[in-house]
Protein backbone atom coordinates (compact mmCIF):
# COMPACT_ATOMS: atom_id res chain seq x y z
CA UNK A 1 0.00 0.00 0.00
CA UNK A 2 1.19 3.19 -0.45
CA UNK A 3 1.04 5.64 1.89
CA UNK A 4 2.88 8.97 0.11
CA UNK A 5 1.28 11.84 2.58
CA UNK A 6 3.36 10.63 5.53
CA UNK A 7 6.62 11.34 4.57
CA UNK A 8 5.64 14.68 3.06
CA UNK A 9 3.70 15.78 6.66
CA UNK A 10 6.88 14.87 8.73
CA UNK A 11 9.06 16.92 6.56
CA UNK A 12 6.93 19.68 6.75
CA UNK A 13 6.68 19.37 10.72
CA UNK A 14 10.47 18.46 10.92
CA UNK A 15 11.86 21.30 8.24
CA UNK A 16 9.75 24.53 7.37
CA UNK A 17 9.38 27.68 9.26
CA UNK A 18 6.74 28.40 12.02
CA UNK A 19 4.94 30.51 9.69
CA UNK A 20 4.75 27.41 7.47
CA UNK A 21 3.50 25.36 10.40
CA UNK A 22 0.56 27.23 10.70
CA UNK A 23 -0.33 26.99 7.05
CA UNK A 24 0.36 23.40 7.70
CA UNK A 25 -1.99 23.19 10.41
CA UNK A 26 -5.11 25.11 8.46
CA UNK A 27 -4.40 22.94 6.04
CA UNK A 28 -4.57 19.78 8.46
CA UNK A 29 -8.12 21.05 10.05
CA UNK A 30 -9.50 21.82 5.82
CA UNK A 31 -8.21 18.12 5.31
CA UNK A 32 -10.11 16.93 8.65
CA UNK A 33 -13.26 18.39 7.41
CA UNK A 34 -13.34 16.80 4.05
CA UNK A 35 -15.55 14.01 4.03
CA UNK A 36 -15.49 10.85 1.37
CA UNK A 37 -18.03 9.05 0.38
CA UNK A 38 -17.53 5.96 -1.36
CA UNK A 39 -19.22 2.93 -3.03
CA UNK A 40 -17.90 -0.92 -1.90
CA UNK A 41 -19.13 -3.31 -4.27
CA UNK A 42 -19.27 -7.19 -3.41
CA UNK A 43 -19.37 -10.83 -5.06
CA UNK A 44 -22.00 -12.20 -2.25
CA UNK A 45 -25.79 -11.77 -1.90
CA UNK A 46 -26.33 -7.98 0.35
CA UNK A 47 -26.20 -9.05 3.96
CA UNK A 48 -25.43 -12.64 3.46
CA UNK A 49 -24.51 -14.45 6.42
CA UNK A 50 -20.59 -14.83 7.12
CA UNK A 51 -18.33 -13.54 4.40
CA UNK A 52 -21.30 -11.20 3.36
CA UNK A 53 -21.29 -9.38 6.97
CA UNK A 54 -17.45 -8.18 6.84
CA UNK A 55 -18.35 -5.75 4.24
CA UNK A 56 -21.14 -4.31 6.54
CA UNK A 57 -18.83 -4.42 9.89
CA UNK A 58 -16.13 -2.44 7.53
CA UNK A 59 -18.60 -0.18 6.83
CA UNK A 60 -20.03 0.15 10.40
CA UNK A 61 -16.02 0.42 11.43
CA UNK A 62 -14.50 3.29 9.14
CA UNK A 63 -18.21 5.48 9.69
CA UNK A 64 -17.50 5.14 13.90
CA UNK A 65 -14.09 5.67 13.13
CA UNK A 66 -13.99 8.68 11.11
CA UNK A 67 -16.59 9.98 12.60
CA UNK A 68 -18.39 10.10 9.64
CA UNK A 69 -15.64 11.51 7.16
CA UNK A 70 -15.40 8.32 5.24
CA UNK A 71 -18.77 6.78 4.82
CA UNK A 72 -18.62 3.16 2.89
CA UNK A 73 -22.10 2.33 0.95
CA UNK A 74 -22.49 -1.84 0.64
CA UNK A 75 -23.75 -3.73 -2.64
CA UNK A 76 -24.61 -6.96 -2.83
CA UNK A 77 -23.52 -8.48 -6.14
CA UNK A 78 -25.75 -7.79 -8.87
CA UNK A 79 -26.86 -4.11 -7.10
CA UNK A 80 -24.58 -2.22 -8.69
CA UNK A 81 -22.34 -4.68 -10.78
CA UNK A 82 -22.26 -8.55 -10.75
CA UNK A 83 -20.72 -10.22 -8.41
CA UNK A 84 -18.49 -11.60 -11.08
CA UNK A 85 -17.51 -7.98 -11.96
CA UNK A 86 -16.22 -6.51 -8.36
CA UNK A 87 -12.38 -6.34 -9.74
CA UNK A 88 -13.49 -4.60 -12.67
CA UNK A 89 -15.15 -1.94 -11.15
CA UNK A 90 -13.25 -1.23 -8.91
CA UNK A 91 -10.10 -0.50 -11.32
CA UNK A 92 -12.48 1.30 -13.55
CA UNK A 93 -12.81 3.42 -10.60
CA UNK A 94 -16.62 2.51 -10.74
CA UNK A 95 -16.96 1.76 -6.98
CA UNK A 96 -13.83 2.58 -4.71
CA UNK A 97 -13.64 -0.57 -2.86
CA UNK A 98 -14.22 -4.18 -3.32
CA UNK A 99 -14.99 -7.40 -1.29
CA UNK A 100 -14.52 -10.65 -3.21
CA UNK A 101 -12.45 -13.79 -3.79
CA UNK A 102 -9.23 -13.76 -5.81
CA UNK A 103 -9.61 -16.64 -7.52
CA UNK A 104 -12.18 -15.24 -9.40
CA UNK A 105 -10.06 -13.25 -11.43
CA UNK A 106 -7.78 -16.15 -12.92
CA UNK A 107 -9.15 -14.86 -16.38
CA UNK A 108 -7.02 -11.86 -16.06
CA UNK A 109 -4.28 -12.98 -13.74
CA UNK A 110 -4.21 -16.64 -13.05
CA UNK A 111 -1.54 -16.44 -10.08
CA UNK A 112 -4.61 -14.34 -8.16
CA UNK A 113 -5.61 -18.16 -7.26
CA UNK A 114 -2.90 -18.44 -5.19
CA UNK A 115 -3.89 -15.88 -2.78
CA UNK A 116 -7.62 -17.78 -2.00
CA UNK A 117 -7.45 -21.26 -2.13
CA UNK A 118 -4.52 -24.01 -3.17
CA UNK A 119 -5.61 -27.77 -2.84
CA UNK A 120 -3.42 -28.79 -0.29
CA UNK A 121 -1.84 -26.04 0.67
CA UNK A 122 -2.23 -23.84 3.62
CA UNK A 123 -5.27 -22.90 6.45
CA UNK A 124 -6.10 -19.46 7.55
CA UNK A 125 -3.79 -19.38 9.97
CA UNK A 126 -0.37 -19.92 8.31
CA UNK A 127 -2.40 -18.12 5.17
CA UNK A 128 -2.66 -14.55 7.26
CA UNK A 129 1.32 -15.93 8.47
CA UNK A 130 2.60 -15.97 5.20
CA UNK A 131 0.69 -12.87 3.80
CA UNK A 132 1.42 -10.42 6.61
CA UNK A 133 5.08 -11.39 7.60
CA UNK A 134 6.43 -13.95 4.90
CA UNK A 135 5.84 -11.90 1.96
CA UNK A 136 2.19 -12.54 0.56
CA UNK A 137 0.85 -9.55 0.64
CA UNK A 138 3.91 -7.53 -1.44
CA UNK A 139 3.65 -10.57 -4.36
CA UNK A 140 -0.72 -9.94 -4.12
CA UNK A 141 -0.15 -6.39 -4.54
CA UNK A 142 2.05 -6.45 -7.36
CA UNK A 143 -0.08 -8.86 -9.21
CA UNK A 144 -2.72 -6.33 -8.98
CA UNK A 145 -0.51 -3.29 -9.30
CA UNK A 146 -0.92 -3.45 -13.77
CA UNK A 147 -4.58 -2.92 -12.88
CA UNK A 148 -4.54 0.03 -10.62
CA UNK A 149 -5.64 -1.97 -7.67
CA UNK A 150 -4.50 -1.85 -4.27
CA UNK A 151 -5.24 -5.30 -2.07
CA UNK A 152 -5.78 -6.33 1.56
CA UNK A 153 -6.62 -9.63 2.99
CA UNK A 154 -10.13 -9.25 4.43
CA UNK A 155 -11.52 -12.49 6.04
CA UNK A 156 -10.96 -16.47 5.57
CA UNK A 157 -14.00 -19.18 5.95
CA UNK A 158 -11.47 -21.20 7.73
CA UNK A 159 -11.33 -25.30 6.36
CA UNK A 160 -14.20 -25.70 3.84
CA UNK A 161 -16.69 -28.70 3.80
CA UNK A 162 -15.56 -31.16 0.60
CA UNK A 163 -19.12 -30.83 -0.39
CA UNK A 164 -22.57 -32.27 -0.72
CA UNK A 165 -23.26 -35.60 -2.92
CA UNK A 166 -26.63 -37.58 -3.76
CA UNK A 167 -24.39 -40.64 -3.40
CA UNK A 168 -22.14 -42.17 -1.65
CA UNK A 169 -18.87 -42.18 -2.58
CA UNK A 170 -16.30 -44.82 -1.59
CA UNK A 171 -13.40 -45.27 -4.11
CA UNK A 172 -12.06 -43.13 -7.33
CA UNK A 173 -14.51 -44.96 -9.42
CA UNK A 174 -17.68 -43.64 -8.00
CA UNK A 175 -16.76 -40.18 -9.31
CA UNK A 176 -16.23 -41.25 -12.54
CA UNK A 177 -19.10 -39.47 -14.66
CA UNK A 178 -20.40 -37.15 -11.46
CA UNK A 179 -21.82 -33.42 -12.66
CA UNK A 180 -20.56 -31.75 -9.56
CA UNK A 181 -19.69 -27.64 -8.89
CA UNK A 182 -16.49 -27.14 -7.72
CA UNK A 183 -14.56 -23.73 -8.45
CA UNK A 184 -11.09 -22.62 -8.82
CA UNK A 185 -7.95 -25.40 -8.76
CA UNK A 186 -10.07 -28.00 -7.16
CA UNK A 187 -12.51 -27.94 -9.67
CA UNK A 188 -9.54 -29.02 -12.26
CA UNK A 189 -8.49 -31.53 -10.17
CA UNK A 190 -11.93 -33.32 -9.93
CA UNK A 191 -11.69 -33.15 -13.33
CA UNK A 192 -8.69 -34.89 -13.87
CA UNK A 193 -10.72 -37.37 -11.65
CA UNK A 194 -13.05 -38.05 -13.78
CA UNK A 195 -15.93 -35.63 -12.44
CA UNK A 196 -17.65 -33.33 -15.01
CA UNK A 197 -17.02 -29.62 -13.35
CA UNK A 198 -19.84 -27.35 -14.06
CA UNK A 199 -19.70 -23.53 -12.76
CA UNK A 200 -22.19 -21.76 -11.58
CA UNK A 201 -22.94 -18.81 -9.21
CA UNK A 202 -23.73 -19.69 -5.74
CA UNK A 203 -27.50 -18.46 -5.94
CA UNK A 204 -28.09 -21.07 -8.55
CA UNK A 205 -26.55 -24.13 -6.69
CA UNK A 206 -29.55 -25.18 -4.87
CA UNK A 207 -32.06 -25.69 -8.17
CA UNK A 208 -29.57 -27.07 -9.98
CA UNK A 209 -28.83 -30.18 -7.32
CA UNK A 210 -32.18 -30.20 -6.42
CA UNK A 211 -32.92 -31.06 -10.15
CA UNK A 212 -30.53 -33.17 -10.68
CA UNK A 213 -28.57 -30.78 -13.17
CA UNK A 214 -25.92 -31.50 -10.94
CA UNK A 215 -25.23 -34.70 -8.41
CA UNK A 216 -22.85 -32.94 -6.07
CA UNK A 217 -21.25 -29.31 -5.51
CA UNK A 218 -19.15 -27.56 -2.76
CA UNK A 219 -20.40 -24.35 -1.14
CA UNK A 220 -18.69 -23.34 2.16
CA UNK A 221 -19.19 -24.73 5.35
CA UNK A 222 -21.84 -25.75 7.75
CA UNK A 223 -23.09 -22.19 8.51
CA UNK A 224 -23.32 -20.95 4.77
CA UNK A 225 -24.61 -24.02 3.37
CA UNK A 226 -27.44 -25.02 5.89
CA UNK A 227 -28.54 -21.44 5.12
CA UNK A 228 -28.74 -22.20 1.34
CA UNK A 229 -31.18 -25.77 2.12
CA UNK A 230 -28.30 -27.92 0.79
CA UNK A 231 -29.26 -30.69 2.99
CA UNK A 232 -32.57 -30.58 1.40
CA UNK A 233 -31.34 -31.41 -2.23
CA UNK A 234 -28.75 -34.32 -1.52
CA UNK A 235 -27.98 -36.66 1.55
CA UNK A 236 -24.11 -36.82 1.97
CA UNK A 237 -22.01 -33.88 3.25
CA UNK A 238 -18.56 -35.11 2.37
CA UNK A 239 -15.09 -33.85 4.84
CA UNK A 240 -12.62 -32.32 4.77
CA UNK A 241 -12.37 -29.37 2.28
CA UNK A 242 -9.13 -30.56 0.70
CA UNK A 243 -9.97 -28.28 -2.65
CA UNK A 244 -10.30 -25.15 0.05
CA UNK A 245 -8.36 -25.27 3.41
CA UNK A 246 -9.58 -22.11 3.82
CA UNK A 247 -10.63 -19.09 1.14
CA UNK A 248 -9.16 -15.89 1.91
CA UNK A 249 -11.31 -13.12 0.97
CA UNK A 250 -10.27 -9.64 -0.32
CA UNK A 251 -10.77 -5.95 0.51
CA UNK A 252 -9.30 -4.11 -3.06
CA UNK A 253 -9.11 -0.57 -3.59
CA UNK A 254 -9.03 1.37 -6.61
CA UNK A 255 -5.64 2.82 -6.17
CA UNK A 256 -6.26 6.46 -7.05
CA UNK A 257 -8.72 6.84 -4.82
CA UNK A 258 -6.91 5.50 -2.05
CA UNK A 259 -4.29 7.81 -2.98
CA UNK A 260 -6.62 10.78 -2.11
CA UNK A 261 -7.48 9.68 1.19
CA UNK A 262 -5.46 11.98 4.08
CA UNK A 263 -2.98 9.22 5.99
CA UNK A 264 -5.55 9.72 8.83
CA UNK A 265 -8.28 7.62 6.78
CA UNK A 266 -6.28 5.76 5.42
CA UNK A 267 -4.87 3.92 8.43
CA UNK A 268 -8.80 3.85 9.43
CA UNK A 269 -9.70 1.83 6.57
CA UNK A 270 -6.48 -0.58 7.06
CA UNK A 271 -7.29 -1.29 10.55
CA UNK A 272 -10.68 -1.31 9.72
CA UNK A 273 -10.22 -3.91 6.86
CA UNK A 274 -7.62 -5.64 9.29
CA UNK A 275 -10.92 -5.98 11.90
CA UNK A 276 -12.74 -7.83 9.64
CA UNK A 277 -9.91 -10.39 8.49
CA UNK A 278 -10.71 -11.72 11.94
CA UNK A 279 -13.63 -11.38 12.38
CA UNK A 280 -14.93 -13.19 9.12
CA UNK A 281 -12.99 -16.08 10.43
CA UNK A 282 -14.35 -15.95 13.89
CA UNK A 283 -18.01 -15.75 12.77
CA UNK A 284 -17.42 -19.00 10.60
CA UNK A 285 -15.61 -20.84 13.71
CA UNK A 286 -18.07 -20.27 15.74
CA UNK A 287 -21.32 -20.60 13.84
CA UNK A 288 -20.31 -24.26 11.50
CA UNK A 289 -20.19 -25.75 15.05
CA UNK A 290 -24.35 -25.42 15.62
CA UNK A 291 -24.84 -25.41 12.05
CA UNK A 292 -22.97 -29.30 11.67
CA UNK A 293 -25.32 -30.10 14.63
CA UNK A 294 -28.35 -29.31 13.06
CA UNK A 295 -27.49 -30.55 10.10
CA UNK A 296 -26.96 -33.92 11.21
CA UNK A 297 -29.31 -34.17 14.30
CA UNK A 298 -32.21 -31.86 13.15
CA UNK A 299 -32.02 -32.98 9.52
CA UNK A 300 -30.34 -36.19 9.67
CA UNK A 301 -27.71 -35.81 7.26
CA UNK A 302 -24.98 -38.61 6.42
CA UNK A 303 -21.51 -37.06 7.70
CA UNK A 304 -19.21 -38.95 5.81
CA UNK A 305 -15.04 -38.62 5.75
CA UNK A 306 -13.83 -38.44 1.76
CA UNK A 307 -12.07 -41.90 1.16
CA UNK A 308 -8.14 -42.36 2.12
CA UNK A 309 -7.87 -43.60 -2.27
CA UNK A 310 -9.74 -40.36 -3.23
CA UNK A 311 -7.79 -38.07 -1.23
CA UNK A 312 -4.52 -39.93 -2.19
CA UNK A 313 -5.31 -39.36 -5.98
CA UNK A 314 -6.56 -35.44 -5.33
CA UNK A 315 -3.37 -34.95 -4.10
CA UNK A 316 -1.02 -36.16 -7.14
CA UNK A 317 -3.23 -34.58 -9.74
CA UNK A 318 -3.42 -31.34 -6.84
CA UNK A 319 0.67 -31.33 -7.24
CA UNK A 320 0.37 -31.55 -10.85
CA UNK A 321 -2.48 -28.62 -11.27
CA UNK A 322 -0.75 -26.22 -8.91
CA UNK A 323 2.68 -27.31 -10.62
CA UNK A 324 1.49 -26.22 -13.70
CA UNK A 325 0.00 -23.01 -12.44
CA UNK A 326 3.05 -22.10 -10.98
CA UNK A 327 5.00 -22.79 -14.05
CA UNK A 328 2.52 -19.93 -16.15
CA UNK A 329 4.87 -16.88 -15.43
CA UNK A 330 7.55 -15.49 -13.73
CA UNK A 331 5.52 -13.60 -11.55
CA UNK A 332 3.52 -16.76 -10.93
CA UNK A 333 6.45 -18.91 -10.18
CA UNK A 334 7.89 -16.60 -7.85
CA UNK A 335 4.50 -16.37 -5.82
CA UNK A 336 4.19 -19.96 -5.27
CA UNK A 337 7.83 -20.35 -4.81
CA UNK A 338 7.12 -17.95 -1.58
CA UNK A 339 4.05 -19.78 -0.59
CA UNK A 340 5.48 -23.25 -1.20
CA UNK A 341 8.75 -22.58 1.28
CA UNK A 342 6.50 -20.94 3.60
CA UNK A 343 4.02 -23.97 3.59
CA UNK A 344 7.29 -26.24 3.57
CA UNK A 345 8.49 -24.46 7.39
CA UNK A 346 5.20 -24.33 8.75
CA UNK A 347 4.32 -27.58 8.01
CA UNK A 348 7.30 -28.91 10.15
CA UNK A 349 6.13 -26.44 12.99
CA UNK A 350 2.63 -26.83 12.63
CA UNK A 351 3.56 -30.97 12.93
CA UNK A 352 4.66 -30.40 16.14
CA UNK A 353 2.44 -28.02 17.54
CA UNK A 354 -1.22 -27.37 16.29
CA UNK A 355 -1.16 -31.16 14.86
CA UNK A 356 0.28 -32.62 17.31
CA UNK A 357 -1.85 -30.81 20.16
CA UNK A 358 -5.22 -31.57 18.42
CA UNK A 359 -3.99 -35.10 18.63
CA UNK A 360 -3.15 -35.01 22.32
CA UNK A 361 -6.51 -33.10 23.15
CA UNK A 362 -8.47 -36.16 21.20
CA UNK A 363 -6.04 -39.18 20.67
CA UNK A 364 -9.66 -40.72 19.53
CA UNK A 365 -9.43 -38.39 16.20
CA UNK A 366 -12.08 -38.71 14.24
CA UNK A 367 -14.84 -40.68 15.23
CA UNK A 368 -17.50 -40.23 12.65
CA UNK A 369 -17.24 -43.21 10.68
CA1 LIG B 1 -16.07 -23.36 -1.44
Known sequence: MKAKALPVAIAMTTALSSSLLVVSSFDNQAQAQETFRWKMVTSWPKNFPGVGQGPERLSQLVEEMSDGRLTIEVFGAGQLVPGFEVFD???????????????????????????????????????????????????????????GVDVLVAGASGVQMGGWYNKEINSVADLDGLKMRMPGLGGEVMSRMGVAIVNMPGGEIFTSLQSGAIDATEWIGPYNDLAFGLHQAADYYYYPGWHEPTVMFE??????????????????????????????????TARNNDALETLVNEHNVELRRIPDDVLAQAREHSAEVVGELAASSELATRIYDSYRAFQDKVEDYHAISEQAYYNARNPEGDTSQ
Open 89 to 147: AVADGTAELGHSASYYWKGKAPAAQFFAAVPFGMNAQEMNAWLSYGGGMELWNELYDDF
Open 251 to 284: AIINEEAWAELPTDLQAILRTAISDVNQSVLDEY
